[in-house]
């Protein structure tokens, strides 16, 4: 282990390199916010400079407005039926696909994984149409299912491995002590893969959260729009009020940043064992 | 249900319970998926011949009128050539960054995983945060140019969006920076799959450590490489949401920044043609799933036997 190149630790021009990469990466994000705290003369006058004094007016305006929470709301629905609907379905298909063996198997699994290629933008304009046909235009619900069906090839891709890797000593133990395959699924199953269920979750809640496309088709009414298609309606009604803007924008992103710091190693963990396959 | 033995051998297929567990497991998934994702693929196929405003059943058979009116239309060409430059592009630039970020953030060091959390911010923040954010730093008078003024490079500061020269680039700036810490990721988890044995035979070897990445890590990340080049081809391809919410429907085309499927919303749906929105989105299935193929076929096989290809 001790090994005497320099690259083994405490090299200066590693950290030098990280340091400047986060600069690089966070810059943008801490614009946003620290814009938030200026008035819209000291960002004209002086575009990247920090806040002379620093104002909370745009922040408590954001705050304390209807619409904001109203679309955090919708933001939140949207994105806890999705994550619900999303792991359920995923981890019952999962489990046949992991645990049993039928003709068709095959055919199933490449039915799901072809999904993997196909983002929710190849099928919108349709998508559009029967949702249309359903009556869901303008309802959360229009948003939701759909997003449950494209969420689910990633879902079934990570969870599969996941559930095979449950040993196949502790299914015969179920069966032994009169346990139906049901029950094991149940009672077993369920309890073991709970590391896997939490990251295809977070993945699925923070797509939800994030997602503009099928939002931007499905909700056409202010009252109905989700964050994203609120920051946008926000940032070109007050888009003079460019402070009141990065306020509301840096306000929106919060959510999908405290979700995915909490739980960044199982997601990390999660993408790992997919591509490892 | 019967409490059959369960390592059996079953050559004569499966009983009515296993078929029924099976069914009823994983009917819900497959009725949503078949619902939602390939029958609305299917819809498009039909939907295309048609010209339809979107009201009421489609009635104006125009057979392949309106493939003919894509293939034809100096809009999609230059849509496509757009599509085409950012996957190449996407894969030529973030490829060798993320590598060696990766490399980097390898190293044995204090805080690496804040620092891996840090760098994979901007994939988790919605695109539409992140084209907001950026046009208005990248505006003629925005953050950008008032920061290359302020350190003496006001002759670099430039109109980053309107130039159709230079708005291409602007976008791979933006899309490397949102998605290179994606790549990084996998990379960082591939190298760790790489036995720790194999650098250090090769340092006994007198390798230097540049050698030791060039002949062992590389090679042995190749799957992750390859999967994530699929991974990003596929996205570039399908590239909408930074496009739409920078430039807008009416400036992507002449910013040089329009992709098919901001065309495809645009002469689509925007213009109330959903027939014609409809044939856009069968080229653009056609296009991606011909590269998808020919790109598992020749380049994933050796990988993906599990993963991709169905059981493992």
């Known amino acids: ?277 | 249900m019967q409490a059959s033995p369960p390592y059996r051998p079953r050559r004569r297929g499966i009983g009515w319970a296993q078929r029924l567990e099976i069914a009823a497991l994983s009917g819900p998934a497959i009725l949503m998926f078949v619902g939602f994702v390939i029958f609305p693929v299917l819809m498009a196929g039909y939907y295309g011949f048609y010209r339809w405003k979107g009201f009421g059943a489609p009635t104006d058979f125009v057979g392949l009128d309106n493939y003919v009116t894509i293939l034809q239309d100096s809009l999609f060409h230059e849509a496509l050539w757009h599509n085409g430059q950012i996957v190449v592009l996407s894969l030529v630039l973030q490829g060798p960054i993320a590598v060696g970020l990766a490399l980097l953030l390898n190293q044995k060091m204090r805080g690496q995983s804040i620092i891996r959390i840090l760098i994979f911010v901007p994939y988790v923040i919605a695109e539409v945060i992140v084209g907001t954010a950026w046009s208005l730093m990248l505006q003629t008078n925005g953050a950008v140019n008032d920061v290359l003024r302020s350190i003496g490079l006001g002759w670099l500061a430039e109109d980053w969006l309107a130039n159709p020269q230079l708005a291409i680039w602007t976008l791979m700036l933006i899309l490397t920076w949102k998605y290179v810490g994606f790549a990084v990721i996998l990379f960082l988890a591939g190298m760790q799959n790489i036995p720790e044995e194999l650098s250090e035979a090769a340092a006994v070897d007198g390798a230097s450590y540049w050698q030791t990445q060039w002949r062992i890590t590389l090679p042995l990340l190749g799957p992750t490489i390859r999967i994530w080049a699929f991974l990003s081809i596929i996205g570039a391809l399908q590239l909408f949401d930074l496009v739409y919410i920078i430039w807008g429907q009416y400036v992507a085309s002449t910013a040089g920044t329009s992709t098919m499927a901001t065309y495809m919303v645009t002469e689509g749906r925007n213009a109330g043609n959903y027939g014609y929105g409809n044939a856009v989105a069968v080229v653009l299935f056609v296009i991606s799933m011909i590269i998808a193929l020919v790109y598992q076929r020749f380049v994933l096989r050796r990988d993906t036997e599990g993963a991709l290809t169905g059981g493992r």
């Open chain 1, 1 to 277: 282990m001790a090994r005497p190149t320099p690259s083994r630790q405490g090299n200066p021009i590693v950290y030098v390199g990280a340091l400047m990469l986060i600069g690089l990466m966070l810059g943008p994000v801490i614009y946003i916010i620290i814009g938030g705290f200026r008035t819209n003369s000291q960002i004209t006058t002086d575009p990247a400079a920090l806040p002379d004094p620093w104002v909370f007016g745009n922040y408590t305006d954001v705050l304390t407005s209807d619409v904001f929470w109203r679309q955090v709301g919708n933001s939140t629905i949207a994105a806890l039926a999705t994550t619900i609907g999303v792991v359920v379905l995923g981890v019952m298909a999962s489990y046949v696909l992991a645990r049993y063996k039928f003709r068709g198997r095959g055919a199933m699994y490449a039915l799901f994984a072809a999904g993997l290629m196909f983002p929710a933008t190849v099928a919108i304009t349709p998508l559009y149409i029967l949702v249309k046909n359903l009556g869901l235009v303008n309802t959360l619900p229009g948003v939701i299912l759909p997003q449950i069906a494209f969420g689910l090839p990633t879902t079934i891709i990570i969870l599969v491995p996941f559930l095979q890797a449950i040993p196949k000593e502790i299914e015969e133990a179920a069966a032994i002590d009169r346990c139906s395959r049901l029950g094991f699924f149940w009672r077993m199953v369920l309890p073991l893969s709970v590391p896997g269920l939490i990251t295809t979750g977070i993945l699925a809640f923070i797509g939800s959260w994030n997602s503009y496309l099928l939002p931007l088709f499905i909700l056409n009414d202010q009252d109905g729009f989700t964050l994203p298609l609120g920051v946008q309606a926000f940032a070109s009604q007050y888009s003079v009020d460019t402070a009141k803007v990065l306020a509301f924008t840096s306000l929106s992103m919060i959510p999908a940043l405290v979700f995915f710091s909490l739980f960044e190693r199982r997601i990390v963990g999660g993408l790992t064992g997919a591509v490892k396959g």
